[in-house]
């Protein structure tokens, strides 16, 4: 059985080199790196020492090669990792602005990773899992959906339990059908983790953070939600208590996929049976230190370098 499975895009990413670059005019930009915010999660987990599975699609090309390698290098199961013969691995374009926002050219829907399909065998062998987590964004499109929510009720159905990043991306959740796959996760998950902007699409007029999160609690059976602060750390609810934990001070680099490392960390410190609190300052520690690197996976850290950062921080497990 493994510890942590899950399933979405797999991606090349480019960056820009200076900011402010714009995609209608000639510029550099650092790349390819391998990507995709379920890979992300999968490869911080793994690197904490997690058995972790992926299901997911590329095409049979460099691009594929580079992400199928970083995936197999970090100890990761590909076995339900598909290659298209005929469609070319994803990929994006990320250009930071000066204000610290980022723009992106995605290829998802017309490549690989868009044809990504299920059958039983991969079925069977992704829902052997303590956890399978889900990333909003890969729920992208009907056929995505339909495979994620396969494995949701196939784990269930076999004791596992959901582990959720809602991930709420405005343009995404107009697509048809995001809005209420997203729901249907939410009522299904034992594990949620909210960013502040989450909770703001999910919260009804009136209601602060808090109050957001005593709702949820009540009307879905999750167990526990860890709302993802960024630099300011992270507050975990369980319903009977409200544990605070401040974030770690760092030189920030690469924003990109600091949520997804600290949820793989955080997956990956409950999976070996850490304490909440000590899971909660490892996943802290996984953020920080992951935009302090350029590269979506480049910041994905193992359990020495996370213990490291925190004792330099002053803090110990």
């Given at each position: 059985?493994?510890?942590?499975?899950?399933?979405?895009?797999?991606?090349?990413?480019?960056?820009?080199?200076?900011?402010?670059?714009?995609?209608?005019?000639?510029?550099?930009?650092?790349?390819?790196?391998?990507?995709?915010?379920?890979?992300?999660?999968?490869?911080?987990?793994?690197?904490?020492?997690?058995?972790?599975?992926?299901?997911?699609?590329?095409?049979?090309?460099?691009?594929?090669?580079?992400?199928v390698e970083r995936l197999r290098?970090?100890?990761?199961?590909?076995?339900?990792?598909?290659?298209?013969?005929?469609?070319?691995?994803?990929?994006?374009?990320?250009?930071?602005?000066?204000?610290?926002?980022?723009?992106?050219?995605?290829?998802?829907?017309?490549?690989?990773?868009?044809?990504?399909?299920?059958?039983?065998?991969?079925?069977?062998?992704?829902?052997a899992c303590q956890y399978f987590?889900?990333?909003?964004?890969?729920?992208a499109s009907p056929g995505a959906i339909e495979i994620l929510l396969r494995l949701v009720e196939r784990v269930k159905e076999r004791g596992g339990r959901i582990s959720f990043d809602p991930n709420v991306r405005l343009e995404l959740v107009s697509n048809p059908g995001v809005r209420e796959a997203l729901v249907t996760v939410l009522a299904r998950c034992d594990l949620f983790l909210p960013s502040d902007a989450d909770l703001d699409w999910l919260a009804e007029q009136g209601e602060n953070a808090d109050a957001t999160v005593a709702r949820?609690?009540?009307?879905?059976?999750?167990?526990?939600?860890?709302?993802?602060?960024?630099?300011?750390g992270c507050r975990a609810y369980t319903?009977?208590?409200?544990?605070?934990?401040?974030?770690?001070?760092?030189?920030?680099?690469?924003?990109?996929?600091?949520?997804?490392?600290?949820?793989?960390?955080?997956?990956?410190?409950?999976?070996?049976?850490?304490p909440l609190p000590v899971a909660l300052r490892l996943a802290n520690a996984a953020g920080a230190h992951a935009v302090t690197v350029l590269g979506p996976m480049e910041g994905c850290s193992n359990l020495t370098t996370l213990e490291r950062r925190l004792a330099a921080a002053g803090e110990t497990l």
């Open positions: 059985m493994f510890d942590i499975a899950t399933s979405g895009e797999l991606l090349a990413e480019f960056m820009a080199e200076a900011r402010g670059q714009r995609f209608d005019a000639s510029g550099c930009f650092s790349g390819p790196f391998p990507s995709g915010a379920p890979a992300i999660f999968a490869s911080q987990a793994a690197r904490m020492g997690a058995r972790v599975a992926y299901a997911g699609r590329v095409g049979r090309d460099g691009f594929g090669d580079l992400v290098g970090d100890g990761i199961d590909v076995k339900a990792v598909q290659r298209d013969p005929e469609r070319p691995t994803g990929t994006a374009f990320v250009s930071y602005q000066e204000n610290g926002s980022r723009q992106f050219i995605f290829n998802l829907a017309h490549s690989a990773s868009g044809q990504q399909t299920l059958n039983e065998g991969e079925l069977e062998h992704l829902s987590h889900v990333m909003g964004s890969s729920l949820l609690l009540s009307e879905y059976p999750m167990s526990l939600v860890v709302l993802k602060r960024a630099a300011a319903g009977e208590e409200v544990i605070e934990v401040p974030g770690l001070s760092v030189a920030e680099v690469d924003p990109t996929g600091a949520g997804d490392c600290f949820g793989g960390a955080l997956v990956a410190a409950l999976v070996a049976k850490r």
